[in-house]
């Protein structure tokens, strides 16, 4: 999912093709349209994300096989109208097929343009050890002569609980990080300098039911729409899921960032003493 001038661009797992959505989120909005791609690979795409520098898009696919049982992502690149320009690695080394890099979004520093990947699981591992939250990791990668090189690696406040993470988002300094199974939404601040989170910022839980139940499940990207607003879109329920879901999922929700808690008396940070958890509208 990315925001653009007013409309959202939406990939998909299973399909090459783009969608546009009109802010109004109406299925008979005249400017909604499917940008049909019919190069590069079909399947398998996790994010997208637009470099303003050089009006290119780029659509993130997780993990391909590089031989000799090496796993990266990869990057497909699209000129500002979509048309395809080609394709290049993101050079991480991945320990599986179905465990990479789960989102991109694109930031700029020095006149220069970066990629931020950021790791399905914590520590960048799959299975259990996958899971086990406090160790969230975004790869930063320039574009080299043959691949997107790495030039660093932001580790994610340890105070951010998630089990696993599916999108990421960049404007300015502000980063914003969900989470599909933890169902929750970290925001935070990198650093002027340096490849670093600037504080531990604050999560916050998206909506629950009455009985405080996860209903949105299957959040999969997030992008900024203003300081206070952000776009949300979510994947399909799998089986093994709670049907409270269902309602929720393959769908597009614009969530407004409620203020951060006012700040105990005996709190020196700007860190709510609850780590910032908070419900959002």
């Not at 952000?230 to 929720?248: E, H, I, L, Y």
Request: charged share 25%; proline share 7%; aromatic share 8%.
């Amino acid at each position: 999912m990315l925001a653009k001038d007013g409309l959202f661009y939406v990939i998909f797992d299973n399909l090459p093709h783009i969608a546009r959505i009109g802010p109004e989120l109406s299925p008979v909005a005249a400017v909604n349209h499917v940008i049909k791609q019919h190069e590069g690979n079909d399947s398998g795409f996790e994010d997208i994300a637009y470099d303003s520098l050089h009006g290119r898009f780029y659509v993130l696919i997780e993990s391909l096989d590089r031989g000799h049982g090496k796993f990266m992502a990869m990057v497909q690149e699209y000129d500002a109208s979509f048309r395809y320009l080609g394709q290049a690695w993101l050079d991480f080394p991945l320990d599986r097929p179905n465990k990479g890099l789960e989102g991109l979004t694109c930031v700029h520093r020095q006149g220069r343009t970066y990629l931020l990947g950021l790791c399905e699981g914590n520590r960048c591992k799959g299975g259990e050890e996958g899971r086990v939250p406090g160790g969230g990791r975004v790869h930063v990668f320039r574009r080299g002569p043959r691949h997107w090189e790495r030039a660093g690696k932001i580790h994610l406040p340890e105070t951010v609980l998630f089990e696993d993470y599916s999108g990421i988002a960049v404007t300015g300094d502000r980063i914003a990080v969900i989470s599909q199974a933890s169902s929750e939404l970290w925001l935070g601040d990198l650093a002027p300098s340096g490849w670093e989170a600037a504080g531990a910022g604050a999560s916050y839980a998206l909506p629950r039911d009455a009985d405080g139940s996860i209903v949105y499940g299957t959040a999969e990207g997030v992008s900024w729409i203003q300081p206070d607003q952000v776009v949300v879109v979510s994947d399909k329920t799998k089986p093994a899921q709670d049907p409270r879901c269902r309602a929720k999922d393959q769908s597009i929700h614009i969530f407004r960032i409620p203020r951060p808690p006012r700040e105990p008396p005996h709190q020196a940070s700007g860190v709510p003493a609850d780590r910032g958890s908070s419900a959002m509208r």
